[in-house]
């Protein structure tokens, strides 16, 4: 079982550089996050998706944009990175029952 | 999201157990109360949760006062691989409520 995937798994960017991070689920779960975790912190939700072609923003959503165009895919788009966004994202996913969330391993991002 | 609070850090000796407190004092009737564990460099996990009742899995038990504004998290048995940051959520079930993390426990386990 995949789980949820996400990649890639490190990056290093340029300022002002753009990239989308994808983040993929297989159990057909309506529901997906993006968090962010930065250094000795907890996570922080950025986007989050209750099905296709359906999204809102969370607590840090300035300068990302999502969409949802599948129930499997919610890739992040960075468009112009930033230093301050240099961070681990995790990508997540859950039923529409609200129990279990399922984390992807992350993605590793520094921006230069 | 009503908030929980948890202590910063803990320790505890392999092999004893371990109890991790959270304290959710504006819990209302609707919220579930989930913990998740985050291993070094990996995402974080599943560990239980709760509404009124005691949980037991295989990984971990919840213990939940009666009138619901704290809960424990018992690691039974703590081993090395237990070292992680423990957080405590609390969830309105039924619907895809965000997972609001905090700081969390890092728990430390030595020999």
């Known amino acids: 079982n995949a789980g949820v995937t996400q990649t890639p798994k490190f990056r290093i960017l340029k300022i002002g550089q753009s990239m989308t991070l994808q983040c993929t689920q297989d159990?057909?779960?309506?529901?997906m996050y993006w968090y962010r975790q930065d250094p000795g912190m907890g996570l922080k939700l950025i986007y989050y998706?209750?099905?296709?072609?359906?999204?809102d923003k969370g607590e840090v959503p300035n300068g990302y944009n999502v969409s949802r165009s599948t129930t499997e895919d919610f890739p992040l788009r960075l468009e112009l990175a930033a230093p301050s966004q240099t961070s681990v994202y995790f990508c997540?996913?859950?039923?529409?029952?609200?129990?279990?969330?399922?984390f992807g391993q992350g993605t590793r991002l520094t921006v230069v | 999201d009503a908030k929980t609070t948890q202590p910063n850090s803990m320790e505890s000796n392999e092999e004893e157990p371990v109890h991790l407190p959270c304290n959710h004092s504006?819990?209302?009737?609707?919220?579930?109360i989930h913990w998740y564990r985050q291993l070094p460099s990996q995402g974080p996990e599943y560990v239980i949760h709760?509404?009124?009742s005691n949980v037991n899995n295989r990984m971990a038990s919840l213990a939940i006062a009666e009138d619901r504004k704290s809960s424990t998290l018992i690691l039974h048995r703590a081993t090395l691989r237990d070292a992680a940051v423990y957080y405590c959520?609390?969830?309105?079930?039924?619907?895809?409520?965000?997972?609001?993390f905090g700081t969390g426990t890092r728990l430390q386990v030595t020999l």
């Open positions: 998706s209750v099905g296709a072609g359906i999204t």
């Open positions: 504006t819990i209302s009737g609707t919220d579930y």
């Open positions: 997540a996913s859950s039923s529409n029952k609200g129990t279990e969330a399922f």
């Open positions: 159990m057909n779960h309506n529901y």
């Open positions: 959520i609390l969830r309105v079930s039924g619907t895809a409520s965000k997972l609001t």
């Open positions: 709760g509404l009124t």
